[in-house]
Structure formats: structure tokens, C-alpha cells
């Protein structure tokens, strides 16, 4: 072989390793662009840390919250507990002249329209406006001491979301306070750090006051339903008392 030849030879081996660097570089470049971004995720801890102390009182909300839920429901579940044998056997009673099996009977079954009507059985013999008088007025006690806590879950799902929109606004002003304070090294990721960590609050204020709107109307729903069943058994009882004696 020539010397020619041998420069040659080593002229294209240059020539093929330049074109093959330059296809690995671009093949390089073109997986890179094509690679999906991997986006931070933040945790649901991380986020809620990031509200600021406008979460603590809106923490305080949803937890009182649930535990009136939680004990309201129990307490009406067992309001609303049915005994078709009751009214059958007062009736027994007020027909034989048992009075006292009568309240013995509704001291033990311990519901409010036992209640209900131990206070009538107490006004047997009074008139009967005096006797119905009487036992409306422990059904509104009754009612009252079932809605107990009510209040508090109302308040909460009209005033959580107003707390966090409260956050927010805050949050939006120390955002663009921090933005001009940075000036002439201001961007927009100054700006949208702090608006993120700004609706922060307002998303925990929804899910506090939706959650307790819902929670509340729930158990409305639940009294209203005692109402009804205390209703039946005082038209049931005021029946039962203008019966004529056998």
C-alpha cells in the first residue's frame, strides 16, 4: 500500500467518526426535547404547610365538626329507634287502670317520645288542651336537645370558606409584595409560587365548609324525621285519651 493510500485510508475513518459524533449527539438532543418533564408533586401535608397559620383555625373547624357529627348521629340513631309494642301496651295500661306500669313503662324505654308521653300520662285528668300543651312543649325541649350543636356546623360551612378566601387574600398581598420587593430580579415564578401557596387556603376553606354542609343538612334530615314519629305518637296518645272507657 501507498503512502497515498494510507492517507487516504485515514482521511475517511476521520471523516466517518465526525459523521457518526455528530448523529449521536443529535440523537441525544432529540430524546432529551422528547422526554417528558417530571413535575414536583407536593404531598397533602407539604400543601397544607403551605397555607400558613390560616389552616390552624380552619384544622380546629373541620375537626369539632366532625366529632358533632359523629356524636349527633349516634344520639339520633338512637332517638329514632321504633317499639311498635309501646303504644299498644300503654294503651293497656290506661284501659286497666295501670297508671304507674304505664310511666314505669316509659321510664324504661327512654326515647324522646316516651318522654313525650310520660309527660301526658303525668296530666291524665287535666283537659285535654292542658295535656296536648304540655307534651308540645317537651317535644320542643326534645327537638332542642337533638339539634344540639347544629349551630356549630352551620357556622362552620358558611364561615371555613370565608376563612380560606381569607388566606388567599393575605396570601395574593405578601405575593406581590415579595414580587416588588424583588426588583429588578422580579419573575414570574416569584409571582406564581406565592399565588399557588395562596389558594391553598382557600381549597382546604371549601373542603371544611362543604363537608359540614353537608354533614348538617344530614342530620337536619334525621331530626326531622323524629319530629315525625314524635308528632304521630302524640296524635296516637291525644286518640288514645279521648276514647270512650269501655
Not at 399565588?195 to 362543604?210: D, H, K, M, N
Amino acid at each position: 500500500m501507498t503512502i497515498l493510500g494510507l492517507i487516504q485510508e485515514s482521511g475517511m475513518n476521520g471523516a466517518v467518526d465526525s459523521a457518526f459524533t455528530a448523529v449521536t449527539d443529535t440523537v441525544a438532543a432529540v430524546g432529551s426535547a422528547a422526554a417528558p418533564v417530571i413535575e414536583e408533586k407536593l404531598s397533602v401535608w407539604d400543601l397544607c404547610l403551605k397555607g400558613g397559620w390560616i389552616m390552624i383555625p380552619l384544622l380546629i373547624l373541620s375537626v369539632v365538626s366532625i366529632y358533632i357529627f359523629i356524636e349527633r348521629f349516634i344520639a339520633l340513631r338512637s332517638a329514632a329507634k321504633r317499639d311498635d309494642s309501646f303504644m299498644k301496651r300503654i294503651k293497656d295500661y290506661i284501659h286497666d287502670g295501670e297508671i304507674e306500669s304505664a310511666i314505669n313503662l316509659c321510664k324504661k324505654t327512654d326515647t324522646p317520645y316516651a318522654r313525650l308521653i310520660l309527660k301526658g300520662i303525668s296530666r291524665i285528668g287535666r283537659p285535654m288542651n292542658d295535656v296536648l300543651v304540655a307534651i308540645e312543649n317537651t317535644g320542643n325541649l326534645e327537638v332542642s336537645a337533638l339539634e344540639k350543636g347544629f349551630t356549630w356546623l352551620a357556622t362552620t360551612a358558611s364561615g371555613a370558606p370565608m376563612i380560606g378566601f381569607l388566606g388567599t387574600v393575605t396570601g395574593m398581598v405578601q405575593a406581590f409584595f415579595a414580587l416588588a420587593s424583588a426588583g429588578s430580579n422580579a419573575n414570574v415564578t416569584i409571582l406564581a409560587s406565592g399565588i399557588y401557596e395562596a389558594l391553598v387556603t382557600t381549597v382546604a376553606g371549601l373542603i371544611v365548609g362543604i363537608i359540614a354542609l353537608f354533614a348538617y343538612n344530614f342530620l337536619v334530615s334525621r331530626v326531622n324525621k323524629v319530629m315525625n314519629q314524635l308528632e304521630a305518637k302524640t296524635m296516637e296518645f291525644m286518640d288514645l285519651l279521648n276514647e270512650p272507657a269501655k
